[in-house]
């Protein structure tokens, strides 16, 4: 069983920035893949931003060039850096963490973390 802790939600105003931490009870070097998803008030998640044990990583086209993932297998966390927030941002933000070492599949989720951006 993997846990996963999530901190750094916040209000700000649009334009600002927030950084989003996610601490993992197991390694995080060992999952396929780690991501953050986010899910606003009557919609579906939305997965933001994944990174590969690869290096690699991949944004939804609303965030590419504002946020960034990055983690610290050091420190067993994952990270969000958001920058140039928009109202269109605010959501509950999840860390999810792969189950499978070979292929990703997301089966752990954080308790999530409340980000709101006014206008």
């Known amino acids: 069983q993997v846990h996963l802790v999530e901190s750094g939600g916040g209000s700000v105003q649009a334009g600002g920035s927030l950084r989003l931490s996610c601490i993992s009870s197991t390694a995080t070097y060992s999952r396929y893949c780690m991501g953050w998803f986010r899910q606003a008030p009557g919609t579906e998640r939305e997965r933001v931003a994944t990174?590969?044990?690869?290096?690699?990583?991949n944004y939804v086209d609303s965030v590419q060039g504002r946020f960034t993932i990055s983690k610290d297998n050091a420190k067993n966390t994952l990270y969000l850096q958001m920058n140039s927030l928009k109202p269109e941002d605010t959501a509950m933000y999840y860390c999810a963490a792969g189950r499978s070492p070979y292929y990703c599949d997301y089966g752990y989720w954080g308790q999530g973390t409340q980000v709101t951006v006014s206008s």
């Open positions: 990174i590969y044990n690869s290096g690699r990583m």
